[in-house]
């Protein structure tokens, strides 16, 4: 019996090395792949960073452990990918940057969480393994392309790949927020804005932000169109409905100005293009309303909607009812790109169990619902977990 299962793993071993699999036998993987992520509320994060001597080590012992935790349980999933896609170029070269980078973060398993030094070295390797992660989005994205382009995507296969990169994406977007916060917190580079801790902003004036992102947007549409409508925003703090004071509240600025600048982008272009031969466009409408538990921003425009039957695949990977993007003459890049924008901004909405909804009219316009939790506390992560449940979504025929 023994002989028997020796030679059955042995087999099982080189059939995984084939399939570029053979970090799945690999004990110490299946053992971190076994622990659930642990979701961190943006009140952890700066309970983390907020005290004067930020505790470096405390993030040192948390991180070790929960960045591998959670690279390891997204790695099960792209393990699962079907093989056609996990021989793609593109997809191979992300499935080794997350075994290297998993490999890497080992390295410091039993590290001296009291070595200044080994600390140092392991806030340095935190930015290496970041930035070789950069252009996982782009590049995931050019391996579902490679895949239509030599196989073609029938629709059960697209179900399983938008089902995969919601969570593979969400999954990035939180270990890109770990890794941040403690480089930020304890890197060397030089102190950002002292008010923050690490990329979140205690007081963050959601106003700012939209009007931020709109003049960004609003510049892009002027130079792509040559037009771009104006915007009216209003504040209701329905707390204290007289205070005059902006509306703030703790939450990270640039996930904020993500999500604001997809949808000003998408409904500039809608608009200039539901009124070509219009020069004075319908403006695009904004509400910032503070309520008990959510801050919640609207955004409405006047571009002529969208079949509801359509609505949905806004938030498909590579669906865009623009023609692929290509700059015009000037050079000035399309509001269009590779329809990622969408799905992105609504991911991150919904990191800190927030949301992004559309609501489309067709033949008048759209508004678009960002819902963010007011308070921290209740703004908890919304990880993936590979599990039972997740993999039979790899393996049912539906
Ligand atoms: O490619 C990217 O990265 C950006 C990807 C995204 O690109 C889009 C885009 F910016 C705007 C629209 C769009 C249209 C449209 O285009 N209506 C005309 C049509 C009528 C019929 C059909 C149809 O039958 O299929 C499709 C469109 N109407 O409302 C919106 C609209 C969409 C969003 Cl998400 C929003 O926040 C605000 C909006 O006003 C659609 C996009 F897709």
């Known amino acids: 019996m023994k002989l028997t299962r020796i030679l059955f793993t042995y087999a099982r071993r080189i059939a995984a090395v084939k399939s570029k699999k053979f970090v799945e036998f690999d004990p110490v993987f299946e053992r971190y792949a076994s622990f659930n992520p642990s979701p961190l509320s943006l009140e952890k994060f700066m309970e983390f960073g907020g005290s004067q001597n930020a505790c470096e080590r405390t993030s040192f012992e948390f991180l070790r452990k929960e960045l591998p935790v959670r690279l390891a349980n997204i790695m099960k999933e792209i393990n699962l990918l079907p093989d056609n896609l996990l021989q793609m170029p593109s997809v191979a070269m992300v499935q080794s940057w997350y075994q290297l980078s998993f ?116 510049f892009l549409c002027d130079q792509y169109y040559l037009n771009a409508p104006e915007v009216e925003i209003k504040t209701h703090n329905a707390t204290v409905p007289d205070q005059k004071e902006d509306i703030r509240m703790v939450y990270v600025p640039s996930h904020l100005y993500h999500i604001l600048f997809e949808l000003f982008k998408n409904a500039m272009r809608a608009v200039v293009e539901y009124h070509p031969e219009d020069m004075e466009l319908p403006k695009l409408n904004v509400g910032i309303t503070k309520g008990d538990e959510d801050v919640t921003i609207k955004m409405s425009d006047q571009g002529g909607g969208i079949p509801r039957s359509k609505s949905d695949l806004l938030f498909h990977y590579m669906y865009s009812t623009a023609p692929q993007p290509m700059r015009s003459e000037n050079g000035s890049a399309p509001l269009a790109g590779y329809g990622y924008g969408l799905p992105l901004s609504r991911l991150y909405a919904r990191y800190f169990h927030g949301d992004l909804i559309l609501s489309s009219v067709e033949g008048f316009g759209t508004d678009a619902f960002i819902y963010l939790k007011l308070f921290p506390s209740e703004a908890n992560e919304l990880l993936p977990v590979y599990n039972t449940t997740a993999s039979r979504m790899y393996h049912t025929d539906t």
């Open 103 to 218: 490999k890497e973060i080992l390295t410091y398993e039993n590290a001296d969480p009291d070595d200044n030094e080994m600390l140092e070295n392991f806030t340095e390797r935190l930015v290496k393994i970041r930035n070789r992660h950069t252009n996982v989005v782009e590049t995931m994205a050019q391996g579902v392309i490679e895949l239509k382009d030599s196989h073609g995507i029938d629709s059960n296969t697209e179900t399983r790949i938008q089902y995969f990169l919601d969570r593979f994406y969400m999954s990035r977007i939180s270990i890109r927020m770990l890794i941040n916060q403690h480089t930020l917190l304890f890197g060397s580079q030089l102190a950002q804005n002292n008010r923050h801790i690490g990329c979140i902003d205690p007081n963050c004036a959601v106003l700012d932000v939209v009007k931020d992102s709109y003049e960004n947007a609003k």
